[in-house]
C-alpha cells in the first residue's frame, strides 16, 4: 500500500533526472536543453497480480517544438537508453517512518528498456502515432483486466466491503489502506480517499503536453462529433449543419451539506480498527 501510494512521486522524480542526465550526456546544462530537444512520453500504470503497481511508458526525444520537430543529431535511441537506466536507478522518495523504521521508495531491477521499431507493433504495422498509441493502449486494457481488485468509487465506510465481491487478496489490501489511513503519521497520503485503488493516488494515464494531442483537443472532438449525430438524427443535413462551440448543461449543482452526520461520524471511527467505544460521563451521557 505504502509502495502504491509513493509510485506517482517516483514518476515524477524519474522525469526530472531522465531530463538531468540526457542533458549530461548531450553536454548541455538543464537550462539549455529545452532549446535543443523535448521529452516526450505517454505513460501508463497496470497493477500487478499481488496489487503493486508498475509502468509501461513510451518515450521519445523530440526537437525543441515537440514532435513537429526533427530531434537534434545526437539525440540517439542509446543515448535515451542510458539515460533511463541512469534515471531509473537515481530516483528515489524517503517515506514515513513506522513503528522506528524509515522507509524510502524506489524502482527495482525489473528494468525492461527496448527501442519500438514498425515490426514490434501489432501486424509489423508503420512506426506512426495511431500505432503507438494502440502499442501503449494495450497495457492499459491489460492493466484493467488483470487488476486484483480495484472499485470504481471510493468508499464512505469499510463496511462496505460486506456487500461486495471481491477477491480475498484485494479485500485484503483495501482494508490495509483504510487501517493505514487512520495513522496520523500517514494523513498527508489520504489512503482512506485511495483505499478503492490500492492505495494508488495517481493517474491511470498520463502524457506530456506535446507528446500528442491535448485532451482539451479530444473532448472538443466528441462533442462535435455527438452535435453532429443529434443534427442528423433531426434529419438536418450534414453538410449544412454549422458546428458551434456551446456550453452543454447537464445537470445543476445544489448543496447537500458538509462533512458526517454524528451518527456517520461515530460509526466510522467505531470502524477504524483503532477506535474504541465512545463513551460520556456525567450530565452528558445519552
Known sequence: ??????????????????RREIARRAGLTQRELPERARVSFAKVAEYQKRGA????????????????SRPPHWASAELLTDAIRAAATRAVVP??????????????????IRTIHGPDLDG???????????????????????????????????????????????ERLIRTAWALGARKD?????????A????????????????????????????????LQAAIARGDDPQTVDIEETTLVLAHWTYAGTGLT????????????????PTTEGDNAR
Open 95 to 112: 517515506g514515513p517512518v513506522l513503528d522506528g523504521r524509515t522507509h524510502t521508495f524506489a524502482f527495482g531491477r525489473q528494468l525492461d
Open 196 to 227: 478503492h485503488m490500492l492505495g494508488f493516488r495517481g493517474h491511470f494515464s498520463t502524457k506530456t503536453r506535446r507528446y500528442s494531442t491535448t485532451l482539451g483537443a479530444l473532448r472538443n472532438a466528441r462533442a462535435e462529433w455527438q452535435r
Open 1 to 18: 500500500m505504502l509502495w502504491n501510494a509513493h509510485a506517482g512521486m517516483l514518476w515524477r522524480r524519474f522525469t526530472i533526472h531522465l
Open 53 to 68: 503497481v508498475h509502468f509501461h511508458a513510451v518515450i521519445r526525444l523530440d526537437g525543441p517544438a515537440g514532435g513537429e
Open 262 to 277: 454524528p451518527t456517520e461520524q461515530w460509526l466510522s471511527a467505531s470502524l477504524a480498527d483503532n477506535a474504541t467505544t
Open 186 to 194: 500517514l494523513a498527508h497520503l489520504r489512503l482512506r480517499a485511495w
Open 124 to 170: 509489423g504495422q508503420a512506426l506512426t502515432d495511431r500505432a503507438v498509441a494502440a502499442y501503449i493502449a494495450k497495457y492499459a486494457t491489460k492493466g484493467a483486466e488483470t487488476a486484483t481488485g480495484t472499485l470504481d468509487r471510493r468508499l464512505r465506510f469499510v463496511a462496505e466491503l460486506a456487500t461486495l465481491n471481491l477477491p480475498q487478496h484485494a
